[in-house]
């Protein structure tokens, strides 16, 4: 990594992500048997910033096998306080519990080890004050909730296990083993979110330029490495940002947005017929007459 790559972010980003999803759940919710999110005012599908995060998450500890600086913090069976003992063993101090030390200056470099060595807390912020306080962060990478550009049907199918759990079920169903179950998919759906770089929180973090093109590379893979039954048919479509030259921007975020449209193709439109592929759209992107201090880049 060149010494440019660790330098923090030094231009605001705002960036439109399409990603599609064929025969599967993209973000199943917990409180609905498992459904397939959905607003329930407009039909149209929902996938949280937290889902689209762990999968960034994944893949970036998959990359680096979560060896500093890009251990991942927020994971399966990670005891958060665990990781913060590490930040006051490794500067050699003390901890009372839920309090920082009195002294600003040390209070900074716990939060600093943190953000140095775990890449999500730099990029997503972590809120860290447990039992071993190592304070609070805001990251420089933010997502709003991504939502389907048309409505979503779920579809509801039974499957069969040919195996019980237990002697007793086998007992009771006398010879045939087999057991019901219940999955839900969404035959297909385009989805567009809206996502953040924050050059001034990248200073405070240390998400480097490096770090950028490191989550440039899980938004393009990131689907690769999360395949299951129900998300074997997920992938990535186009990612736009709009580059500010400046810090603050010279532009608001939702007037750039606006300028991304996706739209149905005339010929489905008129026909009434659902999308079942990416090709079924065409996105439109004004690049013209940008607001002085703007440049586009597609990433994907």
């Not at 599967?24 to 999110?37: E, H, K």
């Not at 470099?109 to 004050?129: L, P, Q, Y």
């Not at 953040?196 to 899980?218: C, I, M, R, W």
């Not at 008129?270 to 079942?276: A, I, L, M, N, S």
């Amino acid at each position: 990594m060149t010494a440019n790559n660790n330098q923090p972010v030094q231009n605001r980003y705002d960036i439109v992500y399409f990603f599609d999803i064929t025969d599967g759940n993209p973000n199943g919710d917990p409180d609905a048997g498992n459904l397939p999110r959905l607003d329930p005012e407009t039909g149209q599908g929902i996938v949280t910033d937290v889902c689209l995060k762990r999968k960034i998450r994944n893949h970036v500890g998959l990359v680096h096998e979560e060896q500093p600086p890009y251990e991942i913090y927020v994971k399966e069976r990670a005891v958060l306080n665990a990781q913060h003992e590490r930040a006051y063993k490794a500067l050699d101090l003390k901890f009372e519990k839920r309090k920082m030390p009195k002294d600003e200056k040390k209070a900074r470099e716990i939060t600093a080890w943190m953000c140095a060595n775990f890449f999500d807390i730099r990029t997503f912020g972590a809120v860290m004050s447990t039992d071993v306080n190592c304070g609070q962060v805001r990251g420089a990478v933010q997502f709003g909730f991504a939502r389907s550009i048309d409505s979503i049907v779920s579809a509801e199918h039974a499957v069969t296990r040919c195996a019980v759990t237990t002697q007793a079920e086998a007992d009771k169903q006398q010879g045939d083993n087999r057991t019901m179950g219940r999955k839900f998919t969404i035959p297909y759906g385009l989805y567009r979110v809206h996502a953040y770089v924050n050059p001034h929180l990248a200073e405070q973090t240390g998400f480097s330029a490096g770090d950028l093109e490191l989550f440039k590379t899980a938004l393009d893979q990131m689907f690769e490495h999360d395949k299951s039954a129900a998300r074997a048919n997920m992938r990535p479509c186009k990612c736009i940002a709009f580059k500010h030259e400046s810090k603050l921007g010279t532009a608001r975020a939702d007037q750039l947005f606006a300028r991304v449209d996706a739209q149905l193709k005339p010929e489905l439109a008129e026909q009434k017929r659902p999308p079942r592929r990416f090709d079924d759209y065409q996105v439109s992107i004004v690049e013209s007459d940008l607001p002085a201090g703007i440049t586009v880049e597609h990433w994907i």
